[in-house]
């Protein structure tokens, strides 16, 4: 691999984290603002919540990378925004599945519910982020051939 692509390929991942860390905090804000403000033990209202959230960081998630991340394969068309919205939909049923099974899990564990919540919100915020990156990164935004460099 030559040194500009490993270079490159860092700056997608730091670009992809720092909008990460953005999202995060779109996705655990809202969750937790919905858990405030409407209380509840209901999973499956939890669930929403996480939805709620998940879709405004994963909206805030495309424009930035799009615009910072992937900027040269960002060409908007239909077929890249559909395979965004796939690919969002594939990682908000993993973000879903995980937080669930947490959730779960927690069941057998005694932390106050906040924190298992949290915690749960971590977990499915990682895994699927990392899953998101490597969909956008070889689906939504794959690579193209790159220009000779006449220098």
């Given at each position: 691999?030559?040194?500009?692509?490993?270079?490159?390929?860092?700056k997608?991942?730091?670009?992809?984290?720092?909008?990460?860390?953005?999202?995060?905090l779109?996705?655990?804000?809202?969750?937790?603002?919905?858990?405030?403000?409407?209380?509840?033990?209901?999973?499956?209202?939890?669930?929403?919540y996480?939805?709620?959230?998940y879709?405004?960081?994963?909206?805030?998630?495309?424009?930035?990378n799009?615009k910072?991340?992937?900027?040269?394969?960002a060409?908007h068309d239909?077929?890249?925004?559909?395979?965004?919205?796939a690919?969002?939909?594939?990682?908000?049923?993993?973000?879903?599945l995980?937080f669930?099974?947490?959730?779960?899990?927690?069941?057998?564990?005694?932390?106050?519910?906040?924190?298992?919540?949290?915690?749960?919100?971590?977990?499915?915020m990682?895994?699927?982020?990392?899953?998101?990156f490597?969909?956008?990164?070889?689906?939504?935004?794959?690579?193209t051939?790159?220009?000779?460099?006449?220098?």
């Amino acid at each position: 691999m030559k040194q500009w692509q490993i270079g490159r390929g860092s700056k997608q991942v730091m670009s992809f984290s720092a909008i990460g860390v953005m999202n995060a905090l779109v996705d655990i804000g809202v969750l937790n603002l919905l858990m405030l403000l409407f209380p509840t033990d209901d999973r499956i209202q939890l669930i929403v919540y996480n939805t709620i959230a998940y879709t405004l960081a994963i909206t805030n998630s495309y424009f930035w990378n799009a615009k910072l991340t992937f900027p040269s394969k960002a060409i908007h068309d239909r077929k890249q925004v559909l395979l965004f919205l796939a690919q969002a939909i594939i990682a908000l049923g993993i973000s879903n599945l995980v937080f669930y099974g947490a959730l779960l899990i927690f069941e057998w564990i005694t932390f106050p519910r906040y924190i298992e919540r949290n915690i749960s919100k971590g977990l499915a915020m990682l895994i699927s982020s990392a899953s998101s990156f490597f969909m956008m990164k070889h689906l939504v935004f794959p690579r193209t051939k790159q220009k000779q460099n006449s220098n």
